[in-house]
């Protein structure tokens, strides 16, 4: 941090801006009031962020919902070496309403709508300005920073630390993804692939909580989702929560660097900066199953263009309108015959691909993915072949790939070409694995270090100048990129069923906390791979994880041979219009409907305890449906039953243990 002494005229400037009772920090008198304090109201006025400077001159902010208090007061700001926030002026404080529209490729909603109002609050300190954009809207709050020079230049500043803080109301109950390295004798992994488990906001003393974490206020139906947002670009590192030594124990949380990587150090960033934003959707959980504020807050931003852009063909333009980004559902092999279930068969057999390949053309799915192994001693002319007989089938080819070793440990140039080679031979896309860097050797980084994550960026702007989609796997949570790079349609970073024995345990507050956050890869299976996920489970995961790119993962036969479910695995959504959240309770069920052009889909997943679920069809709206409901028989299938109903009607289902139902419905003509 920059230690300068102090002109007298400008420290009667810094005391005249911020009150006397700032030139008490040397002596360590704490002012009893605050000097200034700004409010954020959302537009229905139900989140209320207020903003201030205590009497030691310190940023702080504090959240209510609905007279709630959802954040106690928690500090705000940066710490660089290069200058001194903690003594500044204020410069000024504009509040601005912001809204708007944007239509979806892929997510929860083919339409979003967005509207906060916002406080941009600008700090001027020695050298640097620090800008404190904060916003309140009716699912949540949201604040990012921006560092710039006062004489407008660009270089670059030391971070020492970020800190902002979450002070969770004592009493709450939170369920945390604790951060552990997923091979501690090599080194520090992580993929985001653990459980969310419960425990009290005190009750976290030395641990490290990833992002999202989910928590409820004491005794009150009140929840608060808190994640990152538009990471990829920024130019920051990957953060994580964990409490200050001085707090511990307290439910006080600071924003740290992720301990995942190599890099070190990772704390110089370029400014002219803005930082990812720190996003806490807050409300009922249908707020926060239905919220789409990590990817609201960007706004009307456009799809990335290359620098170039303007410099380009017409047709050459048109790819970054994005109209080739096509949802689709994907027949996926790897899972059953390579992944340690029934016969082994290598990803190069290009007879099994092609029965993959004729599963998603019956199936009128859109992909198949070959998988780790598909170019080992590859025969480029055997593979064109096989290329072209997907196409022929109108059948779109994913093949897998490592983020480091199959790249240079992160050479662009290698990446380029690489890229080159597979779209010559007709590749439509790629499954990237492996951002956690477990399986490279010296790898030059990983994790979500700051180059880490430039490296994901470049592959999403590699692969979109190609034209080619892309399933990330092996890799940190989705913090919106989606919103700048359309083309990246699904993620990984969930415990799904590549972990065979995943259990209800882990799917439930995976779609309360995970899910909410965008894309998710957990790849359902029809027949059960353990006994923790009944097959009518596993039906309405297929349903519940919103994905771009939904992997079906079974054998072919399973899907063709079985007439009772071989309708509803044709229909599957992989672009959805809207979703409606319908009951549920963390730890216990998760149920919500999905509406796919004119069918809706109902969809309920149970834990460790049986339960039951009142549908109420009011959301259809006029006219007669039929309701094609799927529930576990208790042996091991599903029953099917066919029934109308019209808005004005309800079903109750019930629900075994590790159980589901899966429910297509359709209007009658």
Excluded at 139 to 155: L, P, V
Excluded at 409 to 435: E, H, P, Q
Excluded at 499 to 504: D, E, L, P, T
């Amino acid at each position: 941090m920059k230690k300068i002494k102090m002109t007298a005229a400008l420290l009667l400037s810094a005391c005249f801006a911020l009150g006397a009772a700032g030139c008490d920090r040397g002596n360590g008198n704490a002012a009893s009031e605050d000097r200034q304090t700004w409010t954020v109201a959302s537009p229905d006025g139900s989140i209320q962020t207020e903003v201030g400077i205590d009497g030691n001159g310190e940023l702080y902010y504090t959240v209510e919902k609905d007279g709630l208090t959802v954040l106690d007061r928690s500090s705000l700001g940066f710490t660089i070496e290069e200058d001194d926030f903690n003594l500044f002026t204020v410069k000024s404080a504009k509040t601005s309403r912001v809204t708007g529209s944007y239509k979806n490729i892929t997510g929860k909603h083919s339409e979003v709508a967005y509207d906060c109002n916002e406080l941009a609050l600008t700090l001027e300190a020695w050298d640097f300005y620090l800008d404190v954009y904060v916003r309140s809207y009716d699912d949540g709050y949201a604040f990012r920073y921006g560092i710039r020079a006062i004489d407008g230049g660009e270089g670059t500043v030391t971070v020492v630390s970020e800190d902002t803080e979450f002070a969770v109301p004592q009493g709450s109950s939170m369920w945390v993804q604790e951060y552990s390295s997923i091979n501690p004798s090599k080194g520090e992994f992580f993929s985001y692939e653990s459980n969310f488990t419960r425990r009290q906001s005190t009750n976290n003393a030395g641990v490290t909580v990833s992002m999202p974490v989910l928590y409820k206020l004491k005794g009150e139906e009140v929840y608060s989702l808190v994640t990152e947002s538009d990471l990829i670009g920024s130019g920051f590192y990957g953060s994580y929560l964990k409490e200050s030594d001085e707090n511990s124990g307290t439910g006080i949380f600071q924003t740290v660097h992720s301990p995942a990587g190599v890099a070190y150090p990772d704390n110089v960033i370029s400014y002219p900066f803005e930082s990812p934003w720190r996003v806490g959707i807050t409300g009922s959980l249908d707020t926060i199953a239905e919220s789409e504020l990590v990817e609201k807050v960007y706004d009307d931003a456009e799809y990335w263009k290359p620098d170039d852009y303007d410099s380009l063909s017409e047709e050459e333009k048109a790819i970054y309108n994005y109209d080739w980004v096509e949802p689709g559902v994907v027949a996926w092999n790897w899972l059953i015959y390579t992944n340690g279930h029934g016969d082994k068969k290598p990803q190069n057999d290009f007879n099994l691909q092609r029965e993959y390949v004729d599963l998603a053309a019956e199936m009128g799915w859109e992909y198949t993915i070959l998988d780790g192994g598909w170019n080992v001693d590859l025969k480029v002319d055997n593979f064109i072949d096989f290329v072209d007989y997907a196409h022929g089938k109108g059948v779109k080819v994913i093949v897998w790939c490592n983020a480091l070793t199959d790249f240079g440990n992160g050479n662009a140039n290698v990446l380029r070409t690489k890229l080159d080679m597979w779209k010559s031979y007709g590749v439509d896309g790629i499954k990237i694995d492996f951002f956690d860097g477990q399986n490279a050797i010296n790898p030059t980084h990983q994790g979500e270090d700051i180059e880490t994550i430039k490296w994901y960026e470049t592959i999403y702007q590699e692969t979109a100048k190609r034209q080619m989609v892309v399933n990330v796997h092996g890799s940190n949570k989705p913090t919106g990129e989606r919103r700048i790079y359309p083309n990246v349609i699904n993620r990984e970073a969930i415990r799904g069923n590549e972990n065979v024995s995943v259990g209800s345990t882990s799917t439930i507050n995976s779609l309360f906390i995970r899910a909410t956050v965008g894309p998710t890869d957990f790849t359902p299976v029809v027949t059960p791979l353990s006994t923790g996920i009944t097959m009518g489970q596993q039906m309405a995961l297929a349903v519940l994880f919103e994905s771009g790119m939904p992997s079906m993962a079974d054998y072919s036969n399973t899907y063709l041979n079985n007439p009772r479910t071989i309708d509803f695995y044709k229909a599957i959504p992989s672009a959805r219009d809207e979703t409606l959240y319908l009951d549920g309770e963390l730890d216990g069920y998760y149920c919500a409907a999905v509406r796919a052009g004119d069918d809706w889909f109902v969809a309920g997943a149970n834990s460790i305890v049986e339960n039951m679920v009142t549908v109420d069809f009011s959301f259809l709206g006029e006219g007669t449906f039929e309701v094609e409901l799927f529930n576990d028989d208790g042996n091991g299938s599903v029953t099917r039953r066919k029934f109308e109903v019209t808005a004005d009607n309800s079903e109750t289902v019930t629900m075994i243990a590790n159980g589901g139902f899966a429910m297509r419905i359709q209007k009658k003509a």
